[in-house]
């Protein structure tokens, strides 16, 4: 079982910064990526960014440049650093889990935080 929790969301101004944090609870293994997907009203969710335990990232066009994802192996936390933030990006954010499995992944997802960009 593992257990997701989300921090760091609110409201900012257009170009300014936010930094979303997830620790990961529960039997955590270091094949496990973790990433942050959005999900804005009436669209569906999807990917921001993603991180291996490696190491290796992952992200959307619409953030490259200015999102930065970033993994603590020790305390089992993600981070999503948001700069440059647009209107755009309003989303309720989502922290994610994915484990390779023999014949398919597993997914665990956090409850969510809100993420508001408006002036």
């Known amino acids: 079982q593992v257990q997701l929790v989300e921090s760091g969301g609110g409201l900012v101004q257009p170009g300014g910064s936010l930094r979303l944090s997830c620790a990961a609870s529960?039997?955590?293994?270091?094949?496990?990526?973790m990433g942050w997907y959005r999900q804005a009203p009436g669209k569906e969710r999807d990917l921001v960014a993603s991180?291996?335990?490696?190491?290796?990232?992952n992200y959307a066009d619409s953030v490259k440049g200015r999102f930065t994802i970033s993994r603590d192996n020790a305390k089992n936390t993600v981070y999503l650093q948001m700069n440059s933030l647009k209107p755009e990006d309003t989303a309720v954010y989502y922290c994610?889990?994915?484990?390779?499995?023999?014949?398919?992944?597993?997914?665990?997802w956090g409850q969510g935080t809100q993420v508001t960009v408006s002036s």
């Open positions: 991180i291996t335990s490696g190491g290796t990232t």
């Open positions: 994610n889990l994915r484990r390779p499995g023999p014949f398919k992944d597993y997914y665990y």
């Open positions: 529960g039997s955590i293994l270091s094949i496990d990526a």
